[in-house]
């Protein structure tokens, strides 16, 4: 017997759901552009800009390590935007986490380098990239719980997959913009070029506030405010009534490692002496693969609205573990057409199942009172671990930095929590948005309403 889906809210203003959905997109993909330009520079400009070019091997792993700090952040940011998201609604933290990504990126362009302040550059480098952790640590929570909050009865995984699209476009957009910066000659680039994408950053917050300015706060949201007001202690409500669901979610976030290994520490690898693939051809690899991600994300995500969110999450945990070890070893063989190939096939495809489907996954596993806490804490912690992976998987590669089967096998171990995770959690697919966070025992005790009894089947 299916589990009854109520109706769609009828005080939910009129188009609202999709007006959510392209807010999530374009907001997290302008967010994502910022995020990802600096990857991209990490990997293959900052090594000669802000750090001692006398040691490549040492100046590669620690501007990798700063593509790690803002992991770092993230958990900090995450208590305190999850904190203020919950009380004082998701559309206030989408603006502010935008405005601040924009701010940081921006300044990063402007940044001085160790040949002009020394030891200065590093740490003012540093600090912007705090700030685009703290960031980015409200950004996915806030646009998931809105997007999931405003979709329709049986269309969640869909909806809310539209944040992870924009994830992945603003990866995209990052990689054509550093495809002709990274072509510029070595001089050009490394004075002025690598900061053109980053000065970019003002059309950023400019666009983004536009589009999420005029976007409505949530009928959920709303209404527990109303009826039940917003929980003072957040946090303290997470924790009491939803601590397991904050493991699983930490544990699942560590799919992510996937990605950063994908983007950055490939990247690097691919590019170095020891494989000698050209920076432009590597770059193209990762946005033809995000081009398929973008048709695929939806795709799953409208599969798990059918099938449910555990299978198809398991089909990109499972996966991945096995896809990027072959990507990796395509790297190592210089054979440009099998890394495009599996690159297209681990990043585009198969890792898009877990990608696409999570935000509604973990967003589902917890009320409307802390939903964005429980969101923003859990994978800012898992995503913090998946940060540091990229050094993690620098140090694992050895002095050469060419022992790519340790890598992969390290990669494929970080899949196997995110497993864990799946095969414990409830499956929710079908859960009625009201009932989103209580747990079995205590729905079938509550009354059963005549729109929850007319209302049996699932659109699709």
């Not at 997290?28 to 995020?35: G, H, I, N, W």
């Not at 952790?133 to 997959?161: D, N, V, W």
């Not at 992945?168 to 054509?176: C, E, K, R, S």
């Not at 054979?335 to 096939?345: A, M, N, R």
Request: net charge neutral.
């Amino acid at each position: 017997m299916s589990v009854p889906v109520a109706p769609s809210d009828p005080s939910a203003p009129v188009g609202q759901p999709t007006k959510a959905a392209a807010a999530a997109w374009i907001g997290s993909a302008l967010e994502y552009y910022d995020f990802f330009i600096y990857g991209s520079a990490a990997a293959l400009i900052f090594p000669k800009v802000f750090f001692d070019e006398s040691d490549p091997a040492t100046a590669t792993l620690l501007s990798l390590a700063t593509f790690g700090v803002a992991y770092a952040a993230r958990p900090v940011g995450a208590l305190f935007l999850g904190h203020f998201g919950d009380r004082l609604g998701r559309k206030k933290i989408m603006v502010f986490t935008l405005l601040l990504m924009g701010l940081s990126t921006f300044l990063i362009g402007c940044l001085p380098t160790r040949a002009q302040v020394g030891t200065l550059a590093p740490v003012l480098l540093v600090l912007c990239r705090v700030l685009q952790g703290i960031s980015a640590a409200g950004e996915q929570a806030s646009a998931s719980s809105m997007t999931l909050e405003h979709a329709p009865p049986g269309r969640r995984g869909f909806f809310t997959s539209f944040t992870l699209g924009g994830t992945q476009g603003g990866q995209l957009i990052a990689t054509l913009v550093f495809i002709p910066v990274a072509a510029l000659p070595e001089d050009q680039l490394l004075s002025w070029g690598w900061r053109l994408p980053f000065w970019l950053s003002v059309a950023v917050a400019v666009v983004g506030f536009v589009i999420r300015r005029r976007l409505e706060e949530t009928p959920a949201f709303t209404r527990q405010a109303a009826e039940e007001g917003v929980a003072k202690l957040p946090l303290a409500v997470l924790m009491r009534e939803h601590r397991a669901d904050v493991l699983r979610v930490i544990a699942g976030a560590l799919i992510a490692s996937v990605s950063t290994i994908f983007t950055v520490w490939a990247l690097a690898y691919a590019t170095s002496d020891a494989v000698g693939i050209s920076r432009s051809a590597m770059l193209w690899v990762g946005a033809l693969a995000n081009l398929v991600a973008l048709a695929a994300i939806p795709l799953w995500a409208t599969l798990s609205d059918r099938i449910g969110r555990r299978p198809v999450y398991l089909v990109g945990a499972v996966g991945s573990a096995v896809t990027m070890f072959l990507y990796l070893w395509a790297i190592s063989t210089g054979s440009y057409p099998l890394i495009l190939l599996l690159g297209i096939l681990a990043f585009g495809v198969v890792y898009s199942a877990a990608n696409g489907v999570w935000p509604s996954f973990y967003g589902e596993m917890f009320s409307t009172r802390v939903r964005l806490s429980g969101m923003a804490i859990g994978t800012q912690i898992g995503f913090a671990v998946a940060g540091f992976a990229v050094t993690f998987a620098a140090q694992i590669a050895g002095p050469d930095g060419d022992d790519w089967s340790s890598v992969g096998l390290f990669t494929a171990a970080l899949c196997v929590p995110p497993v864990i995770a799946a095969l414990t959690a409830r499956e929710t697919h079908r859960v009625p948005a009201e009932l989103l966070g209580i747990r079995p025992a205590a729905r079938t005790s509550q009354p059963e309403t005549a729109s929850e009894s007319e209302s049996e089947s699932v659109t699709a």
